[in-house]
């Protein structure tokens, strides 16, 4: 709970849940797989401003609510596999992550005219589209083990993000006219390819 202040955010709750579990069918091989699932709630409380000349609103039947909703579910599908037992595991796991977005707009009380502002319409709280955000990551890899302790790794990974959000896909990064930059905190939809060696020490 945020209690000070008028407005800005004023309630935000996070929870996640999730559950892991493996199977051994046979000695050499284990099958792996996990679900989890988040909810971040947050109200804020704003206020719309116009400006008329000298005069420059500030009404508080011209505040809004927003209840924003953001659920992400993430599955992971996996397997381990001992080739050579005790020296050579193969490892191999899939990943799929959704994130969807809402806000839900409301007005306190209907905005009403006042002198110098006889339209209200910018105080009118409006409905907006949703957002969302896939990511996809399959990797595979081998581990060998030298001692019980030390162990090499190689592992490759194949990663894919996309989003489609309103606040930003129609938006450039530069104003016209202007030798500026903004929006560097938007992320773009990407592909990814990723390899990594290890040398691994493990503490039993």
């Known amino acids: 709970d945020y209690v000070g202040g008028e407005l800005g955010l004023r309630d935000a709750t996070t929870w996640s849940a999730g559950i892991a579990a493996s199977w051994t069918p046979a000695e050499r091989v284990t099958l792996l797989a996990s679900y989890v699932y988040e909810s971040i709630y947050q109200k804020w409380k704003s206020r719309n401003r116009d400006v008329s000349g000298a005069l420059v609103s500030d009404f508080d039947d011209w505040n809004w609510i927003s209840n924003s909703l953001d659920r992400v579910q993430t599955v992971q599908l996996g397997a381990k596999v001992g080739v050579i037992p005790g020296k050579l595991?193969?490892?191999?796991?899939?990943t799929l992550a959704y994130a969807l977005g809402e806000v839900d707009n409301r007005n306190?009380?209907?905005?009403l005219a006042h002198p110098g502002f006889a339209n209200p319409a910018n105080a009118v709280a409006r409905k907006q589209p949703a957002f969302e955000d896939t990511l996809i990551?399959?990797?595979?890899?081998?581990r060998y083990w030298l001692t019980k302790d030390w162990s090499l790794g190689f592992r490759y990974a194949f990663e894919s993000y996309e989003k489609?959000?309103?606040r930003t896909d129609g938006l450039n990064p530069f104003v016209p006219g202007v030798?500026?930059?903004?929006l560097g905190n938007d992320l773009q939809n990407y592909t990814a390819?990723?390899?990594?060696?290890t040398?691994?020490?493990?503490?039993?």
């Not at 595991?89 to 899939?94: C, M, T």
């Not at 390819?193 to 060696?197: D, K, N």
């Open 89 to 94: 595991d193969w490892l191999i796991q899939g």
């Open 108 to 111: 306190e009380t209907a905005p």
């Open 137 to 142: 990551r399959l990797e595979t890899g081998l």
């Open 164 to 166: 489609n959000d309103w």
């Open 179 to 182: 030798n500026s930059i903004f």
């Open 193 to 197: 390819h990723i390899v990594a060696a």
């Open 199 to 204: 040398l691994r020490y493990t503490f039993k």
